[in-house]
């Protein structure tokens, strides 16, 4: 079993995203401040995963500090929650996130990292100010992880944008999983065997598992569009289209290719491939998903 914490300060937003990672849309206009810590139990990628939702209230942290065996004990994954929007509480939330550091260290534990900047809604995420208070954090949050042995990764996310919640639950995901670095590997080889310029692992419900491209630009591009045609692709099932497997598309920069790779229970694993070579990247696709098949069985069997 995974343990995974979500820390931060009151009203960042911990419980809403952890509502929607668990796909209880249901229980979001209801939300009220975590008293203390709410344990969550739930299956992810097929793994068991305890997560752990920690009160932000300032009574609540300092008991978090002062006892860290109860609460950041085994922790493989911490998702530190900060709330874009209120910058006169980044100075908080940076002296809470180095306490939470040194009682990590104390114990001995080095967790992955992703600090998420929360409520970066679309319809202000364009905003100058906005894309400077992403750069205000970066730059706090990077000097007080320097010279130590964490490491962090950000991410934006907003509960309006579910797809920025499925990516930032999908990054922190790869991180604490060994076989996906193995699946990557797998990708970066057939991307650079076939010259496709971005290529994505995504399952059926819209979670990346794993990607390589030759630039951020074509990974944002491949990301976003498999994202969107997938959930498209799902809803016209649910309607009684025929089921698709097979899929593609013609772009003005080269051409999206989707391939089921998999089926296990209920979810199905495709292949997102943006190329300028369909017929390279058609030509070596079945020796290619021959590599995955056992690893997709394997890691999501679990």
Avoid at 35 to 46: A, K, N, S
Avoid at 125 to 139: A, G, R
Avoid at 149 to 172: K, L
Avoid at 250 to 260: D, L
Wanted: hydrophobic share 35%; aromatic share 12%; proline share 3%.
């Amino acid at each position: 079993m995974l343990k995974i914490v979500l820390a931060g300060l009151d009203n960042a937003g911990k419980s809403s995203l952890l509502l929607t990672i668990n796909r209880k849309f249901s229980h979001l206009p209801a939300l009220t401040p975590t008293r203390g810590t709410e344990r969550t139990r739930f299956d992810y990628f097929g793994r068991k995963i305890i997560g752990f939702d920690l009160g932000g209230q300032k009574n609540y942290r300092d008991d978090y500090i002062a006892r860290p065996e109860l609460f950041f004990a085994e922790t493989d994954l911490l998702f530190y929650v900060i709330d874009l929007q209120d910058p006169e509480r980044y100075d908080e939330s940076a002296e809470y996130f180095s306490k939470i550091l040194e009682a990590l260290a104390k114990l001995d534990v080095v967790p992955k990292i992703v600090i998420i900047c929360h409520k970066f809604d679309p319809d202000v995420q364009k905003e100058e100010s906005m894309q400077q208070n992403v750069e205000d954090v970066k730059s706090k949050f990077d000097t007080l992880v320097s010279g130590t042995n964490f490491d962090v990764t950000y991410r934006a996310t907003s509960i309006f944008d579910r797809q920025s919640i499925d990516e930032m639950f999908s990054e922190g995901f790869r991180l604490i999983s060994s076989i996906s670095g193995i699946i990557e590997k797998i990708l970066t080889t057939y991307s650079e065997t076939t010259s496709a310029r971005a290529i994505t692992l995504i399952d059926s419900s819209g979670l990346i598992l794993g990607h390589y491209s030759e630039s951020e630009n074509d990974d944002e591009i491949l990301a976003q569009t498999s994202l969107i045609i997938q959930t498209l692709l799902n809803y016209h099932q649910r309607a009684g289209f025929e089921k698709k497997e097979d899929l593609e598309i013609p772009y003005a920069a080269g051409t999206f290719i989707m391939s089921k790779i998999k089926e296990i229970g209920e979810k199905s694993y495709y292949l997102w491939i943006l190329t300028k070579n369909p017929d390279q990247a058609r030509e070596n696709l079945e020796f290619f998903k021959e590599d995955l098949f056992p690893l997709i069985g394997y890691f999501f069997t679990k």
